[in-house]
């Protein structure tokens, strides 16, 4: 696997941090997330270097240096008008929170840094330069095995950061591996540091969860170590395996997981997803009931004309995940949306100033109502939406009360 290192494409502004840092006798490695996904033979989002150096160090080597988290020994170089973050090898003691150490203490160690670290895959450092690999706790071995473990013990690695088990079982969904079973272990013993984590944490992880392609495994892992019952008691016992047939995007696969729920909207919030999201949610669980087979084209633009357009087709995405998708249904309801039908009175072929006009009338409740009974007009039968035809409907209409 080492091949793929030596024969990976590093940014070049990687490559000058790393070589400056050498080059004035500091020690230097891309580590972390980076060697995991080269090794993978992905492309890295971002590509992270560990170093001997001090912060102090690091602030007169580079000409550019923001000081991001240098109360940890992290730095942002700029380079090349690229940043790369550069982190003092540490060692970390205390953790209080079941977040943050204590304290941080730097030193020259790069297998104490790794052994700080949350999972073997993530606890690797990669020289680039003279391609060393540094690998003392097996994550090349775990990678080949396809193996979620954590680095030594797990119940002080999810001791020291009550994420950590909800990102041993969100990096197992995303990779399709599997999570070592002491590792699996660990995380009921260690619930009550979880629960301190904050729930913007936990949306981050979750989201990629969801909409990951094994999604239903990692939901079923959730439930099995006891985490969902700790953030979304309500979601467990759904259909895990429904959620996978969801479009791989978060609004219909909340929809599937919380298709049982009247609360979704809430449920939704509260996990930390914006309001967008939460009010598509609701609105997709609120038309749960597609138009029947025998549904006339009239009925399905009347239900069109209810749904809003932009859900249509998500509604059945979300049927057909849950095996309810109406036989034949969607191709006609497809059919209707390509003739462009008027589907809301500001599709209308008289406006509210035509309206007026039309009425012999200033602006008052009266137009409204003249608005949706021209619009059940039209969806009745389209080709009546011309200023002709919604002026010789409106000779027939009287508004409510007349």
Request: hydrophobic share 45%; net charge neutral; glycine share 6%.
């Amino acid at each position: 696997m080492t091949i793929r290192l030596i024969e990976a494409d590093i940014p070049p502004a990687v490559l000058e941090v790393v070589k400056g840092l050498q080059d004035a006798g500091h020690r230097a490695f891309l580590v972390g997330g980076c060697v995991r996904d080269l090794l993978r033979a992905q492309v890295p989002k971002d590509f992270d270097v560990a170093t001997s150096a001090r912060p102090d160090a690091l602030q007169k080597l580079f000409r550019r240096v923001i000081p991001t988290g240098i109360e940890h020994g992290t730095v942002t170089v700029v380079q090349r008008g690229a940043h790369v973050e550069v982190t003092t090898f540490r060692a970390e003691a205390d953790y209080v929170d079941g977040r943050r150490p204590s304290r941080v203490d730097f030193h020259e160690d790069i297998d104490a840094d790794l052994a700080r670290r949350d999972f073997t895959m993530n606890a690797m450092a990669w020289d680039p330069v003279s391609h060393l690999l540094v690998d003392p706790f097996g994550g090349q071995e775990d990678l080949k095995a396809r193996v979620v473990r954590c680095v030594r013990d797990p119940l002080e690695r999810f001791f020291e950061d009550g994420l950590r088990p909800l990102r041993a079982v969100r990096f197992a969904t995303v990779l399709d591996f599997t999570v070592d079973p002491a590792t699996e272990a660990a995380i009921g013993a260690t619930l009550s540091v979880f629960r301190k984590v904050a729930p913007e944490r936990v949306h981050q992880e979750f989201v990629k969860l969801l909409v990951a392609p094994h999604a239903p495994m990692g939901l079923e892992l959730l439930a099995r170590t006891g985490l969902l019952e700790e953030f979304l008691p309500e979601a467990l016992g759904s259909d895990y395996a429904a959620v996978g047939k969801a479009p791989k995007e978060e609004v219909p696969r909340l929809a599937v997981l919380l298709s049982h729920r009247l609360d979704a909207r809430e449920l939704v919030l509260r996990l930390r997803f914006p309001n967008r999201v939460a009010e598509d949610v609701a609105h997709l669980l609120e038309h749960q009931e597609l138009p029947a087979p025998t549904t006339d084209d009239a009925g399905l633009r009347r239900w069109l004309s209810r749904v809003e357009e932009r859900h249509a087709l998500t509604l059945f995405e979300v049927a057909r995940a849950r095996g309810l998708e109406p036989a034949g249904v969607r191709a006609r309801v497809e059919a209707v949306l390509a003739s462009r039908p008027p589907l809301t009175t500001k599709a209308l072929a008289l406006d509210g100033k035509a309206l007026m006009a039309a009425l012999g009338v200033g602006p008052s409740p009266v137009v409204g109502q003249a608005s949706r009974y021209l619009l059940d007009v039209v969806l009745e039968d389209p080709s009546k939406n011309t200023p002709e035809g919604l002026a010789a409907a409106l000779k027939a209409w009287k508004p409510a009360g007349a």
